[in-house]
């Protein structure tokens, strides 16, 4: 059975996962906000701060790779995370990224995957291996791709949540839901070209220059499942067009005060409130022990009872 860490070992194999660090989406900054739900929200969960009063965000924007030094113009997959605040005082979370699926429908099949993507002369072998025993992975290439692309901006990219979580209305009433940060701004990506031009800390240098000019802001979109979508395999996409936005984030600029001496903060999708249950999806319970094991590994530390159950 897979474990944490050997998701770690694996990651550190490709390249990724350094001491003191995230093991993936490493390099990344915080930045504060609030979110105001829209009327639409509580008719479809009961959660706290989906009643559409203005709560406290923590929303943090990453680049994918494990190297905190790798250059913002580089391909790769982004992040964003968004840390709500409840009225009680404690929180929840969402995880979402550029990539609109995961590249597995299991922990397994995703450490096997770093295995073969392990530097070396032998990685177009393995990676065809790969291919051979895992061919749904060529219908998810040109997802991949887009999920690629070198944004010209953290605010003018979509991010997605790659599970599906169970929303719970006051009536009872039940459906399974993913979701989406769709930004305010006109999508905008750079050629190669382009990105290769670009200082190695542009989209964080161009977020500041844009917050200076006013708040960034981004739909909380959820995709209601339909009949036929799978609510445990990440790798599967769904077929629904039914969209909800339940609210705005709105960003309004740097967090400064987190993240320094002992303060750890971990954006863990498995961190769900009254109204919000997780999904069986096999790999979204896996996040959080992975989670724990990369506390470990940057910090020293265990999470402990802050840890959500997985």
Same mark, same amino acid.
């Given at each position: 059975?897979?474990?944490?860490?050997? /998701?770690?070992?694996?990651?550190?194999?490709?390249?990724? *996962?350094?001491?003191?660090?995230? /093991?993936?989406?490493?390099? @990344?900054?915080? !930045?504060?906000?609030?979110?105001?739900?829209?009327?639409?929200?509580?008719?479809?969960? =009961?959660?706290?701060?989906?009643?559409?009063? *203005?709560?406290?965000?923590?929303?943090?924007?990453?680049?994918? &790779?494990?190297?905190?030094?790798? =250059?913002?113009?580089?391909?790769?997959?982004? %992040?964003?995370?968004?840390?709500?605040?409840?009225?009680?005082?404690?929180?929840? #979370?969402? &995880?979402?990224?550029?990539?609109?699926?995961?590249?597995?429908?299991?922990?397994?099949? $995703?450490?096997?995957?770093?295995? *073969?993507?392990?530097?070396?002369?032998?990685?177009?072998?393995?990676?065809?291996? +790969?291919?051979?025993?895992?061919? =749904?992975?060529? %219908?998810?290439?040109?997802?991949?791709?887009?999920?690629?692309?070198?944004?010209?901006?953290?605010?003018?990219?979509? !991010?997605?949540?790659?599970?599906?979580?169970?929303?719970?209305?006051?009536?009872?009433?039940?459906?399974?839901?993913? +979701?989406?940060?769709?930004?305010?701004?006109?999508?905008? !990506?750079? &050629?190669?070209?382009?990105?290769?031009?670009?200082?190695?800390?542009?989209?964080?240098?161009?977020?500041?220059?844009?917050? *200076?000019? @006013?708040?960034?802001?981004? #739909? !909380?979109?959820?995709?209601?499942?339909?009949?036929?979508?799978?609510?445990?395999?990440?790798?599967?996409?769904?077929?629904?067009?039914? $969209?909800?936005?339940?609210?705005?984030?709105?960003?309004?600029?740097?967090?400064?005060?987190?993240?320094?001496?002992? #303060?750890?903060?971990?954006?863990?999708?498995?961190?769900?409130?009254?109204?919000?249950?997780? &999904?069986?999806?096999?790999?979204?319970?896996?996040?959080?022990? /992975?989670?724990?094991?990369?506390?470990?590994?940057?910090?020293?530390?265990?999470? %402990?009872?802050? /840890?959500?159950?997985?």
């Amino acid at each position: 059975m897979i474990t944490p860490d050997d /998701a770690i070992a694996a990651i550190r194999g490709a390249g990724g *996962a350094q001491p003191h660090c995230r /093991a993936l989406h490493a390099k @990344g900054t915080l !930045y504060r906000g609030t979110f105001t739900a829209s009327p639409d929200a509580v008719r479809l969960s =009961r959660a706290k701060h989906l009643g559409g009063s *203005a709560v406290p965000a923590l929303v943090r924007f990453s680049n994918g &790779s494990g190297n905190p030094a790798q =250059r913002d113009g580089l391909p790769g997959v982004r %992040g964003m995370a968004v840390k709500f605040t409840l009225p009680d005082g404690k929180t929840t #979370d969402v &995880s979402a990224q550029t990539a609109r699926l995961f590249v597995s429908s299991s922990p397994d099949g $995703f450490i096997d995957l770093l295995k *073969a993507m392990r530097p070396g002369l032998t990685t177009p072998l393995r990676m065809a291996r +790969y291919l051979v025993t895992h061919p =749904r992975l060529f %219908g998810a290439l040109p997802v991949l791709r887009d999920a690629n692309r070198v944004p010209a901006s953290y605010a003018a990219t979509e !991010y997605h949540g790659l599970h599906a979580f169970r929303w719970v209305a006051d009536d009872g009433s039940a459906r399974f839901v993913r +979701y989406h940060m769709v930004p305010a701004a006109p999508e905008n !990506y750079l &050629s190669a070209k382009a990105a290769a031009d670009e200082g190695p800390d542009f989209l964080t240098e161009e977020l500041a220059a844009r917050l *200076a000019d @006013g708040p960034v802001r981004f #739909d !909380y979109r959820v995709q209601v499942a339909g009949p036929t979508d799978s609510t445990v395999d990440p790798s599967a996409p769904w077929q629904s067009t039914q $969209f909800v936005t339940v609210g705005v984030v709105e960003i309004t600029g740097p967090e400064t005060g987190r993240e320094h001496g002992g #303060d750890i903060v971990v954006f863990d999708p498995m961190r769900v409130t009254d109204g919000i249950e997780p &999904s069986d999806d096999p790999v979204l319970h896996f996040r959080t022990l /992975a989670y724990s094991a990369s506390v470990k590994l940057r910090t020293g530390v265990d999470r %402990g009872s802050e /840890a959500p159950p997985a």
